[in-house]
């Protein structure tokens, strides 16, 4: 089983910036594919943007797009998101997911296979 960590999350206002990273651990085929997911108390989890590992080949929400960004250092094997413009309705509880491919599995949640614990933002006016 992969085990995921999330960290960065935290506290800025409306028009700044946060980088969240996840570092999988240990290799399996199922985190071939990892995105970013985020969810408000109430709601159901949402795709905002996930990465196929091995082509780079990047998918992004409507939402998101041209406000974050998904990267990856293979050195460290770590996946980013970076946050700019953020919103206050960017707030959430953001989760780390893995799978084995990216297409036609991202952006329902119920296709992942693996979860970190996830990390809140909380974006202020």
């Known amino acids: 089983q992969v085990q995921l960590v999330e960290s960065g999350g935290g506290s800025v206002q409306a028009g700044g910036s946060l980088r969240l990273s996840c570092a999988p651990s240990?290799?399996?085929?199922?985190?071939?594919?990892i995105s970013w997911f985020r969810q408000v108390s109430g709601k159901e989890r949402e795709g905002i943007a996930a990465?196929?590992?091995?082509?780079?080949?990047?998918y992004y929400a409507d939402s998101v797009k041209g406000r974050f960004t998904i990267s990856q250092d293979r050195f460290k094997n770590t996946v980013y998101l970076q946050m700019n413009s953020l919103k206050p309705e960017d707030t959430a509880m953001y989760y780390c997911?893995?799978?084995?491919?990216?297409?036609?599995?991202?952006?329902?949640?119920?296709?992942?296979?693996?979860w970190g614990q996830g990390t809140q933002v909380t974006v202020s006016s």
């Open positions: 240990g290799y399996s085929s199922r985190r071939n594919c």
């Open positions: 997911a893995a799978t084995t491919v990216c297409a036609g599995r991202w952006p329902l949640a119920a296709n992942f296979d693996d």
């Open positions: 990465m196929q590992i091995i082509s780079g080949g990047v």
